[in-house]
């Protein structure tokens, strides 16, 4: 299955599902139809509860197209970080394309990114632009998400993104448009599986290796709908206490999932100084940057279970920054929830007024 042109080297194309059976025949099916050649497929479920994984076998028996199909599934569900590690260890491409399993890959997105990634030196990973679609497959039209990071990483020293990453994070890839080096994957190895944000956490393990590069062309049709970790789309609701209530919990889960990306980021960091990766007199300030930044992210993730002195102490670490919600939040869930739905109220009845 190894490819021994330079040009045209053997790429794998993953596609990672989750009890996705509304959409998970689109993202195979945009798989199947790719123009790239010499290409694996990878369909790889994470122990889905629904029919996520029996579609993926139904169409790969049916499949009688060039692509070689692997199948891959989870013994138990463990999270995407264990998906995508099950996965890595099936893939012999020199570079793996990330599919997710609610989003569409256009025909020619692996050959466009693989003639690219060789073009440009086989980076360690690479990206491209999107384009965003509804829950039932229209168009919203092009996504903002990576806008303008081909040039931010030409024109950006290595050790300059590497410092700023944490907390900005714009020097990361979309996941759901990424590639990447498997020279990268086997040198730093697997992901914790504590990991969600594994474009993050990939995007800087690749700055500390050969890094990043992006295109602009829309390569992926990016499926925004009420089920998305990030990009939700949030069915019209009245605000109540309630939902206020759930908003903040939100904020603190994610807050906990990406303090959890930062783990793995400290764990490639040391690693790349183990092997010389990375110029070690430019480890502490970037280590700094990474713990000062997971500090602020444990007290925002446990912010509603501190002490009131203890939030009070660290305020400007609350999850809200401006005023009076930073202020507000210095109050239990409850009475800060309830306090939030009676300003929105008022604000509303003053913008008809």
């Known amino acids: 299955m190894h490819s021994n042109n330079g040009e045209r080297p053997l790429t794998t194309f993953l596609v990672l599902g989750y009890n996705q ?7 195979v099916e945009g798989a199947f139809a790719q123009t790239y050649s010499p290409m694996e497929i990878i369909l790889s479920d994470d122990c889905s509860t629904d029919r996520t994984f029996e579609i993926m076998c139904d169409m790969a028996d049916s499949y009688r197209g060039r692509h070689w199909v692997k199948l891959n599934r989870t013994p138990c569900n463990k999270g995407i970080a264990a998906n995508i590690n099950s996965a890595m260890a099936l893939a012999v491409g020199e570079l793996v394309v990330f599919a997710a399993g609610d989003d569409r890959s256009l025909s020619h997105r692996a050959e466009t990114l693989t003639l690219e990634w060789v073009r440009s030196g086989k980076p360690s990973g690479i990206g491209s632009g999107m384009k965003n679609m509804d829950e039932q497959g229209n168009p ?9 990071l081909s040039v931010i990483l030409e024109k950006t020293p290595r050790e300059q993104m590497l410092r700023h990453f944490a907390p900005e994070r714009k020097f990361a890839l979309p996941g759901c448009s990424a590639a990447w080096s498997m020279e990268t994957w086997n040198t730093f190895g697997d992901l914790m599986e504590t990991v969600v944000l594994e474009d993050d956490a990939l995007s800087f393990r690749s700055l500390l290796h050969r890094g990043l590069r992006f295109i602009e062309e829309p390569l992926v049709l990016y499926r925004r709908h009420t089920q998305n970790l990030w990009s939700t789309i949030t069915p019209k609701t009245t605000t109540t206490p309630a939902y206020y ?3 903040e919990e939100k904020t603190a889960r994610r807050a906990a999932l990406i303090w959890k990306m930062y783990l793995n980021a400290l764990a490639d960091l040391k690693f790349a100084v183990s092997k010389n990766l990375i110029d070690s007199s430019a480890v502490p300030a970037i280590e700094a940057d990474i713990k000062k930044e997971m500090s602020r992210l444990e007290n925002q993730a446990k912010w509603w279970d501190l002490p009131f002195f203890r939030r009070l102490g660290a305020i400007a670490d609350s999850p809200h920054r401006r005023f009076p919600l930073n202020v507000m939040s210095l109050l239990p869930l409850d009475r800060h929830s309830a306090l939030r739905c009676a300003l929105s109220r008022i604000k509303r009845k003053w913008s008809r007024a």
């Open 21 to 27: 059976e509304r959409f998970i025949r689109e993202a």
């Open 140 to 148: 919203l039209g092009p996504s903002e998400w990576g806008a303008g």
């Open 245 to 247: 209530k759930s908003s």
